[in-house]
């Protein structure tokens, strides 16, 4: 599978006039029903977006092919399961992911509208929600909503990753002392969690030597002119 990736992000580099061709279709598989489960697309879009950070492609043909791919493979995906019901999800190649279809009906059915916007974001119910949602009957304008609307996100936030890490690396390597300042927060941060974290856990204790200390101080007996009162 690596090996495939590779062979693949080398095509896209040596033939950029493909690159958007090829990521319409990788973000129609990612959100077809069982091909999602098949292709590999999610390394290639974040390697994708490399590309785009480092000048080597541009971002607009990507992302309009990648949205494109997105909302067509959900729609297709959906038509499925409309116009061949509740025995779509009984194919046999779908039986090894029985669980992943059993959560996609709980999710759809609990949410809607809503899991057809967040499951694009869910990897194993990314291409089973669009199904289970047209064997459940929702309304064809309903769904092109959640889909479009889910695809504008999705398909930038995929190329997100690689394109941000080719920029600072590329700002890295135009001044060290990015690098630098980069590597000094990041200490910073992580020294600030820590601190954070440990007192946290004293935090516990200290409330709970505190709750010992009243209760020792309501539970201790009165002194000599307390009890001269009480008589």
Known sequence: MEALVEQAADFIRSNAAWAGPIVCLLTFGESMLILGVLIPATALLLMT???????????????????????????LSFWIGKWLGPSVLRWRILKRHRTTVARARLFFYRY????????????????????????????????????????????????????????????????????????????????????????????PQDRRNRANRIRKTTNSPKSGPDKHEER
């Open 112 to 203: 809607g509208f809503l899991a057809v916007l967040a499951g694009r974001f869910l990897g194993p119910m990314r291409s089973t929600v669009p199904t289970v949602a047209g064997v459940m009957g929702m309304p064809d304008l309903r769904f092109q909503a959640a889909n479009v609307l889910s695809a504008i996100v999705w398909v930038p936030g995929l190329l997100a990753p690689g394109f941000l890490a080719a920029r600072s690396l590329d700002a890295a390597m135009q001044s060290p002392r990015v690098m630098v300042y980069g590597i000094g927060a990041l200490c910073v941060a992580i020294g600030l969690a820590t601190v954070v974290a440990i007192s946290r856990r004293k935090k």
């Open 49 to 75: 977006g490399g590309l785009v950070g480092s000048g080597t492609l541009s971002i607009l043909p990507i992302l309009l092919w990648g949205y494109a791919g997105a909302i067509l493979g959900d729609a």
